[in-house]
């Protein structure tokens, strides 16, 4: 029994050596932008919420998208329905310009420490310029969230609350 506790924790010290010194970043340094993964470039350029709109959807404001999709079983009206169709294309297009700048902007910040030519000044200017574009990105969903509850009733937004399982 002995042997066996010393052998597991010989491989147990044998294995932490192994990954001491290794980051869980290993392998984003060839990432073309190094701060934004394929996926996020990808929810960026298409205008997809990613969460953004958290602090709304999970309060009670219902998103344009979700309301979209549950619109039968939440017995929207023809102007209800076109309201929000309406609303969702104008967040979209708001949401896939500010996800553009958000991509330019740590494309940039990402070049400057590439490049080895940043400094202080230039490291407040992009972040700055990155910070802006995602508060409009932001702004784009939770704007959204706000419009969509003067479309409704309170009873689909309840309805809607439901469908979607949150609590009350």
Not at 75 to 97: E, I, N, P
């Amino acid at each position: 029994m002995r042997l066996f506790i010393s052998l597991t924790a010989a491989l147990f010290v044998t294995l932490l050596a192994g990954c001491a010194g290794h980051s869980h970043y290993a392998g984003l340094e060839g990432r073309e932008i190094k701060a934004l993964s394929a996926q996020e470039i990808d929810g960026l350029r298409q205008g997809r919420g990613m969460s953004l709109a958290l602090a709304a959807e999970l309060n009670g404001y219902p998103g344009p998208l979700h309301v979209l999709e549950l619109g039968d079983r939440l017995a929207l009206t023809g102007s209800q329905r076109s309201a929000t169709q309406a609303l969702y294309d104008r967040m979209k297009a708001a949401a896939v310009a500010a996800g553009s700048d958000v991509i330019s902007a740590e494309r940039e910040l990402d070049r400057l420490f590439a490049s080895r030519t940043i400094d202080e000044a230039k490291l407040d200017a992009a972040l700055a310029r990155v910070a802006n574009a995602q508060a409009r990105l932001r702004g784009a969903h939770l704007q959204a969230h706000l419009e969509q509850l003067r479309i409704l009733t309170p009873e689909q937004v309840r309805i809607y609350n439901q469908l979607r399982g949150y609590r009350s």
